[in-house]
């Protein structure tokens, strides 16, 4: 797809660039000590805190991630919403006053308060890092996705511009300017996508969603021994045909020198072609979008509706829609959606998108992306429950949410931003369903990148809506990404310089050290970002949730409510619950597609390995911790 | 080693031990209400296309419903703990 840069569009993305940044300044001329650095002074109202959350929380995973991964996928889409969520109550009736009664700057400090043990201090400053890093790598691949459409620039560049930026923010003012960045960036988000949202109910859904939408061809087809023989039409030659893997046929046409790629189906018992999109990269470098050059711009923008049923009857178009309204006329609709396939024409490799038309009634339900209907096993069922654990077990224990208790003056307030946030993500996260659904069905959607769908389907509202939303968008990368790198930068600093070696550190040597971490950090999350191009940001943030919910929440809970829990146990824990979430997910099936290998192939068959490693992870600190009681230390200072 | 502790002072809190058992039930409810939507969508998937209210179907509904549950809890915790907070502990304590 190629996106041309509107000069508002830009001119607006770089007044909130620099605005940012302008914050960022101001706050850094305050920030002298490392309590300001780390924790904000620990003097943020509960009121901004909350909100703050909401923007740290509602990262790239959520508004890229989540919506794209809604447009392609239905309801599979919304459970990552539901959650995402569902993770704050963990937070807010476990984790939330005793994080804050404990800590200090970083959720190390909570969790090595009653042990004071160098083994907590290097194995949860190790984990805090590599969840952050996990957690860097979406949300740098968004800042990429939001910036091809907004300026026309390669993925690559969005990456590098956000951590060149995000460095710049977290080397100069820490946590201060990262709060009020995200207080900012959460309430304009929520605003922005309110708006967006009620522009889908106003516009509702059409079969033809624009004048210019690509009207999609269909031939008649004469099948003999299941090969295409002949078709209806003129203007058009078979050159070649193949299959894929699942033995679906496709066939090659071409018209005035133009090879496209066609799928064979059926409709009213006759066979015919119909017509697709392809990406082919031929052996000699050379890659056709639709048979043609990228410059052409025939690789069309897709997503609409075949069938709209309204109150019983058909319609071409809805009309406007109150938001019960539009979720239940998708239901009884018909979707069309893009499913893609690859396979190998002599040396061309071909990525082929067909027309799927699916019932609203598969789409609102659970199953086209997580297998728990038909087609399911017993293991791709465990994996669907493996990731709902996940992603209720991950929030809490995430190093940039559990920090944000730091920059509250009392575990009362801390408890009331908990509250707060979950109030502004939970509407947000509503939104999300709404939003995804309208990107299905409007034709925005760019079927090798599905994190575009938001922004483009604000593109479809207009280029103001488009460029306001993307600099929110961008913002909230640039927010989220601060967070986890002052997490990451207080986790080495503070949890291995000072604290596990030992080495005396002044208080702006602390915050030198902390500058100097999050550079390095940055330069590995951009690094990391480029390798990890159009993977579903929402995909990577569910795997990031599993390592941090195996590695830290089990060492949480129970040095919270267990009192025979010691140091080593936690410590092994810790180990345990990093390497076997990792593993899992180095040797899973989605990893496998990630190196280019067959995902059948791969040893674990499911991509989420919480149901595994969060259980381990205890199991690993019950029996440490019942071995090592004789080595306690503090055992009886019991938890303030 | 050092750095330990709040970064910030307040008054002892008497309610804690309140906040603590009442934080656990109501988490618990809530795992219990979350667990019900992945039963279900595991054990019998063809459930959450069924129609229950205003024409939407289970899997909407449910998932609407514990989106705005967690708020709802988390507002009668509030309100549960700063009375308690009010109770048990001197007015300026759980004032900060």
């Known amino acids: ?640 | 080693m050092g750095g330990h502790g709040p970064s910030t002072d307040w008054g002892e809190d008497k309610a804690i031990g309140f906040k603590t058992t009442l934080g656990l039930w109501l988490f618990l409810l809530y795992v219990l209400v979350y667990s019900g939507f992945i039963w279900i969508n595991v054990a019998s998937p063809e459930t959450m296309a069924v129609k229950v209210f205003a024409g939407q179907n289970l899997a909407v509904v449910y998932g609407f419903f514990l989106i705005a549950l967690a708020f709802v809890m988390g507002i009668i915790y509030d309100i549960l703990c700063t009375n308690k907070e009010y109770e048990l502990n001197e007015k300026e304590d759980s004032d900060k």
């Not at chain 1, 959720?107 to 194995?123: C, E, V």
């Not at chain 1, 300017?177 to 009620?198: E, N």
């Not at chain 1, 109150?311 to 998708?330: N, R």
């Not at chain 1, 190196?595 to 040893?603: F, N, R, W």
């Open chain 1, 1 to 640: 797809m190629i996106y041309n840069a509107s000069p508002f569009a830009v001119a607006i993305f770089v007044a909130f660039v620099l605005a940012v940044l302008w914050m960022s300044s101001f706050f850094a001329k305050k920030t002298t000590t490392s309590k300001g650095y780390y924790a904000a002074g620990g003097d943020i109202h509960w009121g901004v805190n909350g909100i703050a959350f909401a923007g740290d929380y509602l990262s790239a995973a959520s508004f890229l991630g989540i919506c794209g991964m809604i447009a392609f996928s239905g309801y599979d889409g919304f459970l990552y919403s539901i959650g995402y969520l569902a993770g704050w109550v963990v937070a807010l009736f476990i984790v939330a006053e005793p994080m804050k009664r404990l800590g200090k700057y970083t959720f190390t400090d909570a969790l090595n308060n009653k042990y004071n043990s160098r083994g907590i201090h290097l194995t949860s400053a190790i984990s805090t890092l590599i969840v952050s890093l996990c957690y860097l790598v979406p949300q740098m691949v968004g800042a990429g996705s939001l910036v091809t459409p907004l300026l026309g620039m390669p993925h690559y560049v969005g990456v590098i511009l956000v951590g060149a930026i995000v460095i710049f923010i977290v080397a100069t003012a820490g946590m201060a300017s990262t709060t009020y960045v995200q207080f900012i960036k959460g309430a304009l988000l929520i605003v922005a996508s309110s708006v967006l949202s009620i522009a889908i109910f106003v516009h509702g859904i059409k079969t033809q969603p624009t004048e210019n939408y690509h009207k999609f061809k269909t031939i008649n087809a004469t099948v003999a021994n299941g090969e295409v023989t002949a078709i209806d039409s003129g203007e058009y030659k078979i050159i070649g045909a193949q299959q894929d893997a699942k033995g679906h046929h496709y066939v090659k046409l071409n018209k005035e020198g133009v090879n496209t790629w066609w799928a064979l189906t059926e409709k009213d018992g006759n066979a015919v072609l119909e017509e697709a999109l392809s990406v082919v990269n031929a052996k000699n470098g050379e890659v056709l979008y639709n048979g043609e050059p990228k410059d052409a711009q025939k690789f069309y923008q897709v997503g609409h509706a075949s069938k709209i049923i309204v109150d019983g009857e058909e319609v071409t178009d809805s009309g406007s829609l109150g938001p019960f309204k539009f979720l239940a006329t998708i239901g009884d609709s018909t979707i069309v959606r893009f499913q893609k396939t690859i396979f190998l024409d002599k040396d061309d490799k071909v990525q082929l998108w067909y027309q799927n038309p699916t019932s609203g009634k598969d789409i609102m339900t659970p199953g086209l992306k997580f297998k728990v209907k038909k087609g399911s096993t017993f293991m791709s069922k465990l994996d669907f429950v493996s990731l709902m654990i996940a992603l209720f077990f991950g929030t809490s224990a995430l190093p940039h949410i559990l920090i944000r208790y730091y920059t509250v003056p009392s575990p009362k307030a801390a408890r009331k931003s908990t509250i707060l946030a979950i109030a502004a993500i939970g509407f947000f996260y509503v939104l999300t369903l709404f939003m995804g659904l309208g990107a299905m069905v409007t034709g925005v959607l760019d079927v090798q990148n599905s994190n575009m769908a938001g922004p483009l389907l604000a593109k479809f509202f207009g280029i103001t809506l488009f460029s306001i939303i993307s600099a929110i968008a961008f913002a909230t990368v640039l927010g989220t990404v601060s967070g986890l790198i002052v997490a990451a930068s207080g986790a080495v600093a503070h949890d291995l310089i000072s604290n596990y070696f030992g080495i005396p550190l002044t208080d702006k040597g602390q915050v030198k050290a902390g500058k100097i971490a999050a550079v390095v950090v940055g330069v590995f999350a951009i690094l990391l970002g480029i390798v990890f191009e159009g993977i579903n940001v929402s995909f990577l943030v569910g795997l990031a949730f599993a390592v941090a919910a195996s590695a830290n929440l089990p060492a949480i809970l129970m040095m919270l409510f267990w009192k025979k829990t010691t140091a080593k146990g936690i410590s092994a824990s810790i180990v345990v619950g990093i390497i076997s979430a990792l593993t899992m997910i180095l040797l899973s099936p989605s990893t496998f597609e990630v190196y280019g290998l067959l995902p059948s192939d791969a040893p674990i068959p499911m991509d989420n390995p919480g149901i595994i490693s969060i259980p381990l992870a205890f199991i690993t600190l019950v029996v440490v911790s019942l071995m090592t009681q004789k080595d306690a230390v503090g055992r009886e200072k019991q938890v303030a």
